[in-house]
Protein backbone atom coordinates (compact mmCIF):
# COMPACT_ATOMS: atom_id res chain seq x y z
CA UNK A 1 0.00 0.00 0.00
CA UNK A 2 2.88 2.39 -0.10
CA UNK A 3 3.45 5.35 2.36
CA UNK A 4 0.90 6.94 4.42
CA UNK A 5 -0.13 10.12 3.30
CA UNK A 6 -0.91 13.10 5.65
CA UNK A 7 -3.38 15.09 5.00
CA UNK A 8 -4.17 18.57 6.60
CA UNK A 9 -7.68 18.98 7.16
CA UNK A 10 -7.86 22.48 7.97
CA UNK A 11 -7.15 23.58 4.51
CA UNK A 12 -9.31 25.44 2.28
CA UNK A 13 -13.01 24.65 3.34
CA UNK A 14 -11.93 22.68 6.83
CA UNK A 15 -14.95 21.23 7.47
CA UNK A 16 -16.04 17.25 7.59
CA UNK A 17 -16.06 17.34 3.59
CA UNK A 18 -12.06 16.27 3.79
CA UNK A 19 -12.71 13.64 5.59
CA UNK A 20 -15.27 11.88 4.02
CA UNK A 21 -13.79 12.23 0.73
CA UNK A 22 -10.22 11.47 1.66
CA UNK A 23 -11.54 8.05 3.70
CA UNK A 24 -13.90 7.03 0.62
CA UNK A 25 -10.82 7.33 -1.46
CA UNK A 26 -8.44 6.02 0.96
CA UNK A 27 -10.65 2.80 0.91
CA UNK A 28 -11.27 2.49 -2.66
CA UNK A 29 -7.22 3.14 -3.76
CA UNK A 30 -6.18 1.23 -1.05
CA UNK A 31 -3.96 3.95 0.32
CA UNK A 32 -3.29 4.58 4.00
CA UNK A 33 -3.85 8.23 5.55
CA UNK A 34 -3.40 10.13 8.20
CA UNK A 35 -5.48 13.24 8.76
CA UNK A 36 -4.90 15.91 11.68
CA UNK A 37 -6.21 19.32 12.38
CA UNK A 38 -9.83 17.66 11.36
CA UNK A 39 -12.60 20.09 11.53
CA UNK A 40 -10.45 22.69 12.34
CA UNK A 41 -12.26 25.37 11.10
CA UNK A 42 -15.39 24.43 13.12
CA UNK A 43 -16.57 25.98 16.37
CA UNK A 44 -16.63 22.82 17.42
CA UNK A 45 -14.07 21.10 15.76
CA UNK A 46 -12.85 17.46 15.81
CA UNK A 47 -15.00 14.70 14.86
CA UNK A 48 -18.91 14.63 15.55
CA UNK A 49 -21.33 11.75 15.93
CA UNK A 50 -21.96 11.79 11.93
CA UNK A 51 -17.93 12.10 11.04
CA UNK A 52 -17.41 9.16 13.56
CA UNK A 53 -19.93 7.22 12.40
CA UNK A 54 -19.24 7.55 8.90
CA UNK A 55 -15.40 6.41 9.34
CA UNK A 56 -16.36 3.03 11.17
CA UNK A 57 -18.67 2.30 9.06
CA UNK A 58 -15.88 2.79 5.97
CA UNK A 59 -13.51 0.89 7.94
CA UNK A 60 -16.25 -1.92 8.40
CA UNK A 61 -16.97 -1.81 4.53
CA UNK A 62 -13.03 -2.00 3.86
CA UNK A 63 -11.86 -3.72 6.82
CA UNK A 64 -10.12 -1.06 7.69
CA UNK A 65 -7.66 -0.46 10.76
CA UNK A 66 -8.57 2.74 11.99
CA UNK A 67 -7.49 4.59 15.41
CA UNK A 68 -8.37 8.10 16.97
CA UNK A 69 -11.80 7.95 15.46
CA UNK A 70 -13.48 9.00 18.91
CA UNK A 71 -16.20 11.85 19.69
CA UNK A 72 -14.06 15.62 19.40
CA UNK A 73 -10.74 13.93 18.03
CA UNK A 74 -8.62 15.59 15.53
CA UNK A 75 -6.41 13.68 13.92
CA UNK A 76 -7.06 9.74 12.78
CA UNK A 77 -5.04 7.19 10.74
CA UNK A 78 -6.81 4.94 8.51
CA UNK A 79 -5.45 1.41 6.78
CA UNK A 80 -7.92 0.04 4.18
CA UNK A 81 -7.97 -3.62 3.58
CA UNK A 82 -9.79 -5.74 0.90
CA UNK A 83 -13.71 -4.28 0.34
CA UNK A 84 -16.86 -6.43 0.96
CA UNK A 85 -20.53 -6.05 0.73
CA UNK A 86 -23.44 -6.96 2.43
CA UNK A 87 -25.47 -5.00 5.05
CA UNK A 88 -24.17 -2.08 7.12
CA UNK A 89 -25.43 -0.15 9.52
CA UNK A 90 -24.71 3.51 11.30
CA UNK A 91 -26.60 5.25 13.92
CA UNK A 92 -25.65 8.80 15.11
CA UNK A 93 -27.83 8.81 17.70
CA UNK A 94 -28.29 12.65 17.28
CA UNK A 95 -29.69 14.84 14.15
CA UNK A 96 -26.67 14.17 12.68
CA UNK A 97 -26.73 13.98 8.75
CA UNK A 98 -27.69 11.14 7.46
CA UNK A 99 -26.65 12.33 3.79
CA UNK A 100 -23.36 12.59 5.07
CA UNK A 101 -23.07 9.96 6.29
CA UNK A 102 -23.79 8.24 2.82
CA UNK A 103 -21.29 10.58 1.04
CA UNK A 104 -18.60 8.53 2.82
CA UNK A 105 -20.21 4.91 2.31
CA UNK A 106 -21.74 5.38 -1.20
CA UNK A 107 -18.62 5.44 -3.49
CA UNK A 108 -17.02 2.36 -1.17
CA UNK A 109 -20.10 0.23 -1.89
CA UNK A 110 -19.63 1.40 -5.84
CA UNK A 111 -16.90 -0.78 -5.94
CA UNK A 112 -17.71 -3.73 -3.58
CA UNK A 113 -18.14 -7.04 -4.34
CA UNK A 114 -22.03 -7.42 -4.89
CA UNK A 115 -24.91 -5.37 -3.29
CA UNK A 116 -24.76 -3.56 -0.95
CA UNK A 117 -27.73 -1.97 1.78
CA UNK A 118 -27.09 0.52 4.11
CA UNK A 119 -29.46 1.38 7.01
CA UNK A 120 -28.72 4.90 8.40
CA UNK A 121 -30.03 6.77 11.78
CA UNK A 122 -30.11 10.44 12.22
CA UNK A 123 -31.34 13.72 10.74
CA UNK A 124 -32.94 13.39 7.67
CA UNK A 125 -33.15 17.42 7.00
CA UNK A 126 -30.60 18.84 9.21
CA UNK A 127 -28.47 22.08 8.84
CA UNK A 128 -25.52 22.14 7.26
CA UNK A 129 -26.11 19.14 5.00
CA UNK A 130 -28.07 18.20 2.25
CA UNK A 131 -31.58 17.09 3.02
CA UNK A 132 -32.65 13.28 2.29
CA UNK A 133 -34.63 15.02 -0.56
CA UNK A 134 -31.80 16.57 -2.46
CA UNK A 135 -30.22 13.28 -2.82
CA UNK A 136 -32.16 10.88 -3.68
CA UNK A 137 -34.28 13.88 -6.50
CA UNK A 138 -30.89 15.02 -7.93
CA UNK A 139 -27.49 13.04 -6.88
CA UNK A 140 -29.15 9.92 -6.96
CA UNK A 141 -30.37 11.26 -11.10
CA UNK A 142 -26.78 12.13 -11.59
CA UNK A 143 -25.00 8.95 -9.96
CA UNK A 144 -27.17 7.13 -12.74
CA UNK A 145 -25.72 9.32 -15.92
CA UNK A 146 -22.28 8.06 -14.31
CA UNK A 147 -23.87 4.86 -14.01
CA UNK A 148 -23.85 4.03 -11.00
CA UNK A 149 -27.18 2.26 -9.63
CA UNK A 150 -28.69 3.34 -5.86
CA UNK A 151 -32.29 3.06 -4.56
CA UNK A 152 -33.14 5.05 -2.19
CA UNK A 153 -36.13 4.97 0.81
CA UNK A 154 -36.78 7.13 3.57
CA UNK A 155 -38.74 5.18 6.69
CA UNK A 156 -38.88 7.58 9.03
CA UNK A 157 -37.87 11.34 9.15
CA UNK A 158 -35.52 12.76 11.86
CA UNK A 159 -35.21 16.55 12.82
CA UNK A 160 -32.97 18.45 15.18
CA UNK A 161 -32.12 17.53 17.58
CA UNK A 162 -33.54 14.19 18.14
CA UNK A 163 -32.81 12.98 15.08
CA UNK A 164 -34.39 9.48 14.97
CA UNK A 165 -34.70 9.48 10.97
CA UNK A 166 -34.33 5.95 9.15
CA UNK A 167 -32.92 6.12 5.35
CA UNK A 168 -32.30 2.56 3.71
CA UNK A 169 -30.24 2.47 0.37
CA UNK A 170 -28.74 0.29 -1.67
CA UNK A 171 -26.63 0.42 -4.13
CA UNK A 172 -25.61 -2.21 -6.73
CA UNK A 173 -21.37 -2.15 -7.56
CA UNK A 174 -20.17 -1.00 -11.18
CA UNK A 175 -17.34 -2.23 -13.37
CA UNK A 176 -16.11 1.45 -13.52
CA UNK A 177 -17.75 4.73 -13.94
CA UNK A 178 -18.94 6.52 -16.87
CA UNK A 179 -17.87 9.92 -17.49
CA UNK A 180 -20.39 12.53 -18.08
CA UNK A 181 -21.08 15.91 -20.50
CA UNK A 182 -23.13 17.82 -19.26
CA UNK A 183 -22.57 21.05 -21.53
CA UNK A 184 -25.96 22.65 -22.62
CA UNK A 185 -29.06 23.58 -19.99
CA UNK A 186 -31.82 23.63 -22.04
CA UNK A 187 -35.30 24.56 -21.71
CA UNK A 188 -37.36 23.65 -18.38
CA UNK A 189 -40.02 20.89 -18.33
CA UNK A 190 -40.60 20.69 -14.68
CA UNK A 191 -40.32 22.45 -11.42
CA UNK A 192 -41.37 20.92 -8.05
CA UNK A 193 -41.21 20.86 -4.46
CA UNK A 194 -41.67 19.39 -1.01
CA UNK A 195 -43.13 22.10 1.70
CA UNK A 196 -43.08 20.26 5.36
CA UNK A 197 -44.11 20.28 9.11
CA UNK A 198 -43.71 18.00 11.84
CA UNK A 199 -44.37 17.68 14.90
CA UNK A 200 -46.47 20.56 16.97
CA UNK A 201 -45.87 22.85 13.85
CA UNK A 202 -49.15 24.20 12.17
CA UNK A 203 -49.35 23.35 8.56
CA UNK A 204 -49.69 26.76 7.69
CA UNK A 205 -46.12 27.25 8.22
CA UNK A 206 -45.90 24.62 4.96
CA UNK A 207 -48.39 26.73 2.94
CA UNK A 208 -46.50 30.08 3.72
CA UNK A 209 -42.60 28.86 2.79
CA UNK A 210 -44.42 27.02 -0.49
CA UNK A 211 -46.52 30.53 -1.87
CA UNK A 212 -43.74 32.22 -0.82
CA UNK A 213 -41.39 30.47 -2.65
CA UNK A 214 -43.99 29.92 -5.74
CA UNK A 215 -44.46 33.94 -6.26
CA UNK A 216 -40.62 33.96 -6.92
CA UNK A 217 -40.57 30.71 -9.31
CA UNK A 218 -43.27 32.46 -11.32
CA UNK A 219 -39.83 34.13 -12.89
CA UNK A 220 -39.12 31.24 -14.85
CA UNK A 221 -41.43 28.96 -14.81
CA UNK A 222 -43.26 28.04 -18.62
CA UNK A 223 -46.12 26.51 -20.28
CA UNK A 224 -44.63 23.19 -19.76
CA UNK A 225 -42.90 23.89 -16.70
CA UNK A 226 -45.79 25.07 -13.81
CA UNK A 227 -44.27 25.04 -10.13
CA UNK A 228 -45.73 22.70 -8.41
CA UNK A 229 -45.10 22.40 -4.61
CA UNK A 230 -46.32 19.89 -2.39
CA UNK A 231 -47.56 21.26 1.01
CA UNK A 232 -46.96 18.45 4.35
CA UNK A 233 -48.12 17.63 7.44
CA UNK A 234 -45.83 14.72 8.68
CA UNK A 235 -47.82 12.50 11.24
CA UNK A 236 -45.83 11.22 14.30
CA UNK A 237 -45.76 7.85 12.14
CA UNK A 238 -43.75 9.16 9.92
CA UNK A 239 -41.40 11.98 11.69
CA UNK A 240 -39.45 12.07 14.83
CA UNK A 241 -39.56 15.67 16.53
CA UNK A 242 -40.58 19.25 15.45
CA UNK A 243 -39.27 20.30 12.11
CA UNK A 244 -40.18 22.52 9.19
CA UNK A 245 -38.36 23.46 5.67
CA UNK A 246 -38.89 23.47 1.99
CA UNK A 247 -37.00 21.58 -1.03
CA UNK A 248 -37.28 23.06 -4.25
CA UNK A 249 -36.01 21.71 -7.76
CA UNK A 250 -36.13 22.07 -11.41
CA UNK A 251 -35.66 19.38 -14.35
CA UNK A 252 -34.60 20.41 -18.26
CA UNK A 253 -34.87 18.58 -21.31
CA UNK A 254 -31.40 18.06 -21.56
CA UNK A 255 -31.10 15.75 -18.33
CA UNK A 256 -30.11 18.88 -15.86
CA UNK A 257 -31.59 18.75 -12.23
CA UNK A 258 -31.07 21.34 -10.26
CA UNK A 259 -32.08 21.63 -6.22
CA UNK A 260 -32.42 24.03 -3.24
CA UNK A 261 -33.59 24.01 -0.04
CA UNK A 262 -33.73 26.08 2.94
CA UNK A 263 -34.82 24.88 6.83
CA UNK A 264 -37.19 26.58 8.86
CA UNK A 265 -36.26 27.80 12.18
CA UNK A 266 -37.58 29.73 15.26
CA UNK A 267 -35.46 32.74 14.33
CA UNK A 268 -36.44 33.03 10.71
CA UNK A 269 -40.19 33.97 8.97
CA UNK A 270 -41.92 30.98 7.66
CA UNK A 271 -42.05 33.56 4.42
CA UNK A 272 -38.50 34.17 4.31
CA UNK A 273 -37.72 30.31 4.41
CA UNK A 274 -39.57 29.81 1.43
CA UNK A 275 -37.68 33.21 -0.53
CA UNK A 276 -34.38 31.96 0.57
CA UNK A 277 -34.64 28.45 -1.11
CA UNK A 278 -36.69 29.59 -4.20
CA UNK A 279 -34.25 32.77 -4.82
CA UNK A 280 -30.91 30.09 -4.73
CA UNK A 281 -32.94 28.16 -7.39
CA UNK A 282 -34.09 30.43 -9.93
CA UNK A 283 -30.54 32.02 -9.59
CA UNK A 284 -29.18 28.77 -10.69
CA UNK A 285 -31.21 28.64 -13.62
CA UNK A 286 -31.19 32.03 -14.91
CA UNK A 287 -26.95 31.17 -15.01
CA UNK A 288 -28.32 27.81 -16.98
CA UNK A 289 -25.69 25.95 -15.20
CA UNK A 290 -26.16 22.22 -15.52
CA UNK A 291 -25.58 21.50 -11.68
CA UNK A 292 -26.51 23.17 -8.63
CA UNK A 293 -23.77 24.27 -5.98
CA UNK A 294 -24.91 21.76 -3.69
CA UNK A 295 -23.99 18.95 -6.46
CA UNK A 296 -21.57 20.83 -7.54
CA UNK A 297 -18.95 19.51 -5.13
CA UNK A 298 -20.37 15.92 -4.59
CA UNK A 299 -19.74 14.58 -8.24
CA UNK A 300 -16.25 15.35 -7.45
CA UNK A 301 -15.01 11.96 -6.85
CA UNK A 302 -17.30 10.51 -9.70
CA UNK A 303 -16.13 12.65 -12.23
CA UNK A 304 -12.20 11.80 -10.78
CA UNK A 305 -13.19 7.77 -10.83
CA UNK A 306 -14.71 7.35 -14.38
CA UNK A 307 -13.24 5.81 -17.44
CA UNK A 308 -12.42 9.35 -19.47
CA UNK A 309 -13.08 12.61 -19.53
CA UNK A 310 -16.06 13.93 -18.06
CA UNK A 311 -16.93 17.93 -18.28
CA UNK A 312 -19.47 20.04 -16.72
CA UNK A 313 -20.87 23.35 -17.31
CA UNK A 314 -21.25 24.76 -13.62
CA UNK A 315 -21.60 28.04 -12.18
CA UNK A 316 -18.85 29.93 -9.70
CA UNK A 317 -16.73 27.32 -8.07
CA UNK A 318 -18.01 26.85 -4.31
CA UNK A 319 -15.26 26.52 -1.28
CA UNK A 320 -16.84 22.73 -1.24
CA UNK A 321 -15.69 21.98 -4.54
CA UNK A 322 -12.19 23.61 -4.43
CA UNK A 323 -11.82 21.57 -1.32
CA UNK A 324 -13.11 18.12 -3.44
CA UNK A 325 -10.71 18.34 -6.15
CA UNK A 326 -7.72 19.14 -3.78
CA UNK A 327 -8.26 15.65 -2.14
CA UNK A 328 -9.01 14.38 -5.19
CA UNK A 329 -6.05 15.10 -6.96
CA UNK A 330 -3.65 14.62 -3.56
CA UNK A 331 -5.38 10.86 -3.30
CA UNK A 332 -5.96 10.08 -7.45
CA UNK A 333 -3.87 11.13 -10.86
CA UNK A 334 -7.17 12.70 -11.78
CA UNK A 335 -6.44 16.14 -12.99
CA UNK A 336 -9.33 19.11 -13.08
CA UNK A 337 -9.46 22.04 -14.93
CA UNK A 338 -11.93 25.31 -15.19
CA UNK A 339 -11.89 26.81 -18.56
CA UNK A 340 -13.70 29.57 -19.71
CA UNK A 341 -15.15 30.65 -22.96
CA UNK A 342 -15.26 34.06 -24.58
CA UNK A 343 -18.73 34.37 -22.64
CA UNK A 344 -17.28 33.62 -19.31
CA UNK A 345 -19.40 30.67 -19.44
CA UNK A 346 -17.36 27.96 -16.99
CA UNK A 347 -16.73 24.34 -17.82
CA UNK A 348 -15.25 21.85 -15.35
CA UNK A 349 -13.25 19.16 -16.84
CA UNK A 350 -11.83 16.14 -15.79
CA UNK A 351 -9.79 13.46 -16.98
CA UNK A 352 -11.00 10.48 -14.48
CA UNK A 353 -8.43 7.77 -13.78
CA UNK A 354 -10.89 4.92 -14.81
CA UNK A 355 -10.71 3.01 -11.77
CA UNK A 356 -11.79 -0.62 -12.25
CA UNK A 357 -13.63 -3.03 -9.68
CA UNK A 358 -11.73 -5.64 -9.49
CA UNK A 359 -13.22 -7.22 -6.45
CA UNK A 360 -16.61 -8.30 -9.26
CA UNK A 361 -14.08 -11.22 -10.38
CA UNK A 362 -14.12 -12.58 -7.35
CA UNK A 363 -17.96 -13.24 -7.17
CA UNK A 364 -18.83 -16.84 -8.96
Known amino acids: MGDTIEIDGSVLEGGGQILRLAVSLSSLLKKSIKINKIRASRSKGGLRPQHLKGIQMAREMCNGNLTGAVIESTEIAFRPGDLKSGQFEADTQTAGSVGLIMQVALPIALYGPSSTTLKLKGGTNADMAPPIDHTMNVFLPMLRKFGGEC ?29 IHLTTFGTLTRIWGRSYVAGSLPIKMAHEMADAAQRILKKVENDNAKVNIERVKESSQDAVGNGSGITLFAETDSGCILGASALGSKLIPSVEVGVKAANELVNTILGEYCVDPHTQDQIIILMALANGKSIVKCGPMTQHTETAIFIAEKLTNAKFVLNEDQKHVKFLECDGIGLKNTNLKKVS
Open 151 to 179: ECSILKRGYYPRGGGIVEVRISPVDTLKP
